[in-house]
């Protein structure tokens, strides 16, 4: 029932910009947190960036001012604005739904994945 569809990917080179939009459905997407993870070959899942229902974010060390999260409550989607691309940026980016389960307890939702490749 949650959906999570993303747009945006693609290649660009260093020091370029590129914007990420995630769509939700199947559930009230206003008060819910969302966010944004990536994985790199050989690495782990790490998150990037959150954004709560209240709009409070925070962020990897690695991207602090370099990217921005934002959410359009209208639209039903979180945008992820990354500029001053680095190689080390290059990953499959994820789009990420916490919705609450039960008390204290929350369950994950995952968007399809999209890459993103830094040339150098």
């Known amino acids: 029932q949650v959906q999570l569809v993303e747009s945006g990917g693609g290649l660009v080179q260093a020091g370029g910009s590129l914007t990420l939009s995630c769509t939700a459905s199947?559930?009230?997407?206003?008060?819910?947190?969302m966010g944004w993870y990536r994985q790199a070959p050989g690495k782990q899942r790490e998150l990037v960036a959150a954004?709560?229902?209240?709009?409070?974010?925070n962020y990897a060390d690695s991207v602090k001012g370099r990217f921005t999260i934002s959410r359009d409550n209208a639209k039903n989607t979180v945008y992820l604005q990354m500029n001053s691309l680095k190689p080390e940026d290059t990953a499959v980016y994820y789009c990420?739904?916490?919705?609450?389960?039960?008390?204290?307890?929350?369950?994950?939702?995952w968007g399809q994945g999209t890459q993103i490749t830094v040339s150098s």
């Open positions: 990420n739904a916490r919705l609450p389960r039960s008390w204290g307890r929350t369950n994950d939702y």
């Open positions: 954004i709560t229902g209240g709009g409070s974010t």
């Open positions: 199947g559930f009230i997407f206003s008060i819910n947190d």
